[in-house]
């Protein structure tokens, strides 16, 4: 008899995941396999790690209940893939839509053929693949509003109607005899520890929350998205970015919901994530440099202790700190802090936003490359539709503007808790009697700002403009 074997890639789930369901219907005996390649990994992804190792645990007891086990190879998938010849065995998988990831299923499928292993692959975890959304002439979108107004339209005419389930099989079996468990993924370093306060890593939640979400507060989505205090968000993207979640099914869901402003909204973010799928497959050059080759010429500052107090959340911006200590402790940061501590990076300090992406991957746990890269590219102004490079954020309007009362910047820096409102989004600028009395003095207890906003932009500005006369 001839055994499933599903390879998980990004979609820990057993809802809506084709492969699985596919194999469950089809083999007596089926068997998930999860490929940890540790090159892939090593000094990248750091927080992702911790993601995947409680997401294997927690799969791992729901495939039980179908009687499949899951099974953890260390290994590079090819060499893996390579000892499967005279096998009998059907392999499974869905799709990811990474350029890295879709080279690697080619290279596979080339080995599988050669070995004569029946193998088939499924959608993955997309409303469309990018491939169907291009203009008429068949060339790719560059610009957001276009390519979701086709995009919606594809999907809404073929929404997928299939509703079929996993079935339980008939028999266990251990295919490969590993003895990997998710413990042996876990990054190295004790800072991830903290995640376990944030976070309830299973498909379940993700349900839970998205239930949440639509009864409690998609409704004011709209507005209150912006506002890093209000949890305005679904905070769902971890979830989408391992796979506990299906965006198809997350679709499925909000179009039960009355439709209102907050449902477009929160359609059009996944929009986003789809229009940067379709970027960096069309072009994968912008994963390694500017999509916008104008800025290959733009004079980035080399700066390590700048770079080094944003990493930390030391720059005496009380917004730009608050995002970057939100990140590190709970492995995500508000959207609009993202953009708030993207732009300080590339126009306040001038850094190159390889480096705020690089960290980025490391730190957050929704960390994937279509939408980082493209949103550090949309931030920085070199990408597609991307925000213009002389649209500078004021740290402190947008503080105030966001924050007003600044209940987010006092949650995650907590030494400004004794600020009043009005200077909590430039603390330098209370009277150093008042500073003393509060016992925070600004460059003993809180840093100094490390930039002049004033300054920095017009640098900025003046860079940019170099990049004109070039
Ligand atoms: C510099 C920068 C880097 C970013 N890096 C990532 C990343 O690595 N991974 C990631 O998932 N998102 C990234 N984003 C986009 C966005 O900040 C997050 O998706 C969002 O904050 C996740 O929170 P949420 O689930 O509550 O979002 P919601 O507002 O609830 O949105 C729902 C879903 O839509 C998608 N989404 C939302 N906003 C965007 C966006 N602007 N672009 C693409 N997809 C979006 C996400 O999958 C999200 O879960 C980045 C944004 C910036 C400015």
Do not use: M
């Given at each position: 008899m001839t055994v499933g074997i599903v390879w998980i890639?990004?979609?820990?789930r057993l809802e809506n995941n084709s492969a699985l369901i596919h194999a469950s219907k089809n083999h007596d005996t089926v068997s998930a396999i999860y490929i940890f390649n540790k090159e892939f990994f090593d000094n990248r992804r750091e927080a992702q790690k911790w993601w995947i190792s409680k997401s294997l645990e927690s799969f791992g007891k729901n495939l039980n209940i179908y009687n499949i086990n899951l099974e953890i190879i260390i290994s590079k998938e090819v060499d893996f893939f390579s000892k499967l010849k005279g096998k009998n065995i059907n392999l499974y998988w869905n799709k990811v839509y990474e350029p890295q990831q879709l080279n690697l299923d080619r290279k596979i499928i080339e080995m599988l053929d050669n070995n004569k292993i029946h193998y088939k692959l499924f959608k993955g975890n997309v409303l469309n693949e990018y491939q169907s959304i291009t203009k008429k002439d068949g060339t790719p979108f560059k610009v957001f509003s276009p390519f979701w107004r086709h995009a919606e339209q594809i999907y809404l005419d073929k929404v997928p109607s299939d509703t079929s389930k996993i079935q339980k099989v008939k028999s266990k079996k251990n295919?490969?005899?590993?003895?990997?468990?998710?413990?042996?993924?876990?990054?190295?370093?004790?800072?991830?520890?903290?995640?376990?306060?944030?976070?309830?890593?299973?498909?379940?939640e993700s349900h839970v929350q998205l239930k949440h979400f639509l009864k409690e507060r998609i409704s004011k989505y709209g507005n209150d998205r912006d506002f890093p205090s209000l949890n305005g968000?679904?905070?769902?993207?971890?979830y989408i970015r391992n796979g506990?979640?299906?965006v198809n099914t997350i679709w499925q869901k909000c179009s039960k919901v009355n439709k209102n402003i907050g449902v477009r909204k929160y359609l059009n973010e996944l929009g986003w994530r789809e229009f940067s799928h379709s970027l960096i497959n069309y072009f994968p050059q912008m994963l390694k440099g500017n999509l916008r080759r104008e800025f290959d010429r733009f004079p980035w500052e080399k700066n390590k202790k700048n770079l080094e107090a944003w990493k930390k959340g030391l720059t005496g911006y009380p917004i730009v700190d608050a995002g970057m200590r939100q990140m590190y402790e709970t492995g995500w940061m508000h959207n609009r802090i993202r953009m708030v501590v993207g732009s300080f990076l590339v126009k306040h300090l001038r850094i190159n936003w390889q480096e705020g992406e690089r960290?980025?991957?490391?730190?957050?746990?929704?960390?994937?490359?279509?939408?980082?890269?493209a949103q550090w590219q949309w931030v920085a102004?070199?990408?597609?539709?991307?925000a213009p490079y002389f649209r500078i954020f004021n740290p402190i309007l947008q503080g105030e503007k966001f924050d007003?009362?600044?209940?987010?910047?006092?949650?995650?820096?907590?030494?400004?808790?004794?600020?009043?409102?009005?200077?909590?989004?430039?603390?330098?600028?209370?009277d150093l009697k008042y500073?003393?009395?509060?016992?925070?003095?600004?460059?003993?207890?809180?840093?100094?700002?490390?930039?002049?906003?004033?300054?920095?932009?017009?640098?900025?500005?003046?860079?940019?403009?170099?990049l004109k006369k070039n």
């Open positions: 890639k990004d979609d820990f295919i490969f005899n590993s003895k990997n468990t998710f413990v042996n993924i876990l990054p190295n370093k004790d800072w991830y520890k903290k995640f376990d306060n944030y976070w309830n890593v299973s498909e379940e968000s679904s905070k769902l993207s971890p506990q979640i299906n960290h980025f991957r490391n730190c957050l746990l929704d960390f994937n490359e279509a939408n980082n890269v102004g070199c990408g597609a539709d991307a007003k009362n600044g209940d987010y910047v006092k949650k995650w820096v907590p030494e400004l808790n004794k600020y009043p409102s009005k200077y909590i989004h430039k603390p330098w600028e209370l500073q003393k009395s509060i016992d925070t003095v600004i460059g003993k207890d809180y840093p100094e700002p490390i930039v002049i906003h004033e300054e920095a932009r017009k640098k900025a500005l003046d860079a940019f403009k170099s």
